[in-house]
């Protein structure tokens, strides 16, 4: 009898305890489904910190809480694939494009742009500084077996990389090139380090310059523009999808306000902004 | 000499900023948490495999022992495969939340906190079992005096769990997304931080990450010392 009171009144407690646990777990995740929207975004546009400005200024505004996954553009495209991600905000056009003609992807439309430069050394071993053309520069690359580093990841640089490999019809051999499998600002610590050459975004770039002895060798208006854009994952194919928050999230990346934040985006710690606004026909 | 109060003012600054607070908050709040279901499920579940008699017992054991050393990425895979949206949990919304960090660092420490229990109480007279046995105890009943008997192992056991997971990146970068102010831990965020260059921070979060770990390992140990007090007395 004894015995059964104290092995209730512990089986008690166990419960209470039990019961305290979930309360304290409860904070913080309650289910909020509806205004959670999962932005899946390349690395550029968060390691820069655009995007935690944007999506501040966003949740001000319209109260929605918004998930930044910081992936390569290959990988949030892969999310959106699965229906894990609710908008993408990615710069890859040729595979956006195959994303959304697969029935992935609703009103691709491309609003930012900024330009992928060619960084290397200082005392610019391959000779490539002042090169015009990004496949120029390259190909001497290549030519003179110096060390180039690569995303290795399937991220839009990569994707980048990977068609000027194909336009010069040549590559280093394997022990002059790296795969670093990370994101663009670990790549370039590394190629600093390693005083390898490597294609970089300018926004990240810049925003590294301080830290590191790289430096740009080469510019390419017209073959190396970058061009972002911001693709609905299409919520007839996976109902899950929160339609309603990307769709919001959608019209305000679109909005004056975007533009006017991305225009002034650290342009005065930099002396140039880093990405521009240009909104583009809806092309898909 | 204003240089270094400037110095220090900084660096004080960079510890008393909200953002990383908050990060210090969810990285106890989630490894506390999965130490405490582990410490439910893995204490039970190892006196249990101790008093207990069942086919394929050694297999058992010998799993468990193999979940001792569980690669933690690999943990964080196959959470975010069963959690993902399409997945066969994924209407429970828990990929990019802390829940789903909490739901695998209990897979990475209760396997541990398992297996420490278990060989702890290997080292207890097996007479005492037969006694709690004759005098007609219950499971639950056995599982509290044999807890008891061995409660600074068990005390060990949980601390090993909870050091598995505080200092654990690979599962909670996977499974949470390492999102500010939402999922981002001490660990995610030295990764973060040491990618972008950002040495000072990184160094800074690093020493608040072992600083912490040692409060709370403290706090344990002195538990732990104080039983042993209270035996020799």
Known sequence: ??????????????????????????????????????????????????????????????????????????????????????????????????????????????????????????????????????????????????????????????????????????????????????????????????????????????????????????????????????ILVNHNKFPKVNARGAKILFEFLLSEDTKNIVENFKKREFGQPLFHYELSIRRN | MNFLLEGIRNGLDLILNKDVLFILKTSLLVSISATIISVLIGIPSGSILTIKNFPFKKIVVALINTGMGLPPVVVGLVVTLFLTRNGPFGFLNWLYTPRAMILAQVIIATPIITGLTYASLQDINPELYRQIAAMGATTFQTILVLSREAKLSILAAIIAGFGSIISEVGAVMIVGGNIKGQTRVLTTAIVFETNKGNFDIAIVLGVILFVMSFIVNLALTYIQLNRVKQIRI
């Open chain 1, 1 to 230: 009898m004894v015995l059964n009171t104290a092995q209730n009144k512990f089986k008690l407690h166990f419960i209470l305890f039990l019961f305290l646990l979930v309360l304290l777990l409860s904070p913080g995740c309650v289910n909020k489904n509806n205004n959670d929207i999962i932005l899946a975004t390349t690395t550029s546009v968060n390691d820069t910190g655009l995007i935690d400005v944007l999506v501040e200024r966003f949740h001000k505004k319209s109260g929605f809480t918004v998930k930044i996954i910081a992936v390569g553009s290959g990988q949030a495209i892969k999310m959106g694939k699965m229906g894990q991600a609710d908008i993408l905000l990615v710069h890859s056009p040729e595979d956006e494009e195959e994303f959304v003609k697969q029935g992935y992807g609703l009103d691709r439309t491309t609003f930012m742009y900024n330009d992928f430069v060619i960084v290397g050394p200082e005392n610019d071993p391959a000779g490539i500084r002042g090169a015009k053309k990004a496949d120029e520069a390259f190909k001497k690359i290549a030519d003179s077996k110096v060390l180039f580093i690569s995303r290795g990841d399937e991220s839009g640089t990569h994707k980048k990389e990977k068609t000027l490999w194909e336009k010069v019809k040549t590559k280093p051999d394997s022990e002059k090139y790296i795969e670093t499998g990370q994101g663009m600002e670990s790549t370039i610590i590394l190629a600093n380090e390693k005083r390898g050459y490597l294609l970089s975004d300018r926004a990240t770039y810049l925003s590294l310059k301080k830290k590191i002895a790289l430096n740009i060798l080469c510019e390419d208006e017209k073959y190396l523009r970058n061009y972002y854009s911001v």
